[in-house]
């Protein structure tokens, strides 16, 4: 008997809302010869990484960064202010959210981020609600696609693994999320993500 789907779990990140290191590096920075050093050193860095695993806050990291990449404060301040206001919704996901919600099945977010950036979002737009249960990264010490963060929400909002779908943008978490026998989906655009949910059977 085939498996039913009844949970649908989405990163947000380049899934509900825009993430582009790159953009925000060039808004921050200008277009610098400097610019993909900048993108490395500041977001594949330990100190983003402990920052998305909540070891420490966006003021520590701020501090941080301008020792280890001796940028200014006032550096810093733009750079966590583009950030924060490049998160503009991705088209049409939240409709997407939306629609799945109404027609019965339970969604929830799974996100590598950040306590501030979380706060932003909840502040700013109005698709945090919507979900039944959120799994963020910060609140937990560790990141996708490590089997900890699955298996947190599986845990945490007592679901069955095969009746969950997961979408992520980036191919290493979808595979992470199969290997705890979740389904999953790589996104690429709402459109895409509403017709691979519907192969999975999924009504709305």
């Not at 500041?42 to 100190?47: A, K, P, R």
């Not at 909002?157 to 943008?169: G, K, N």
């Amino acid at each position: 008997m085939e498996t039913v789907i009844k949970n649908v779990v989405f990163d947000i990140g380049n899934v509900v809302v825009r993430w582009s290191p790159e953009d925000i590096i060039c808004m921050t920075f200008g277009k610098t010869r400097l610019h993909s050093e900048l993108v490395e050193s500041v977001f594949h860095s330990e100190i983003w990484l402990d920052l998305n695993k909540g070891l420490m806050t966006e003021a520590e990291t701020k501090l941080r960064y301008q020792k280890a990449l001796n940028l200014s404060q006032d550096d810093c301040e733009r750079l966590f202010h583009y950030i924060k206001h490049s998160l503009i919704p991705v088209y049409n996901s939240v409709a997407l959210i939306e629609r799945v919600k109404k027609a019965g099945y339970k969604v929830y977010a799974l996100t590598d981020n950040v306590h501030e950036i979380v706060d932003f979002l909840k502040s700013t737009y109005q698709f945090w609600p919507l979900f039944e249960g959120t799994i963020v990264s910060a609140d937990l010490g560790v990141l996708k696609p490590q089997p900890a963060i699955y298996d947190a929400l599986l845990t945490q909002f007592s679901l069955t693994a095969s009746e969950t779908v997961f979408i992520d943008d980036m191919a290493p978490n979808v595979a992470g999320a199969k290997a705890m026998g979740i389904e999953a989906i790589q996104f690429t655009d709402a459109k895409q993500c509403e017709s691979a949910l519907k192969t999975f059977g999924l009504k709305f």
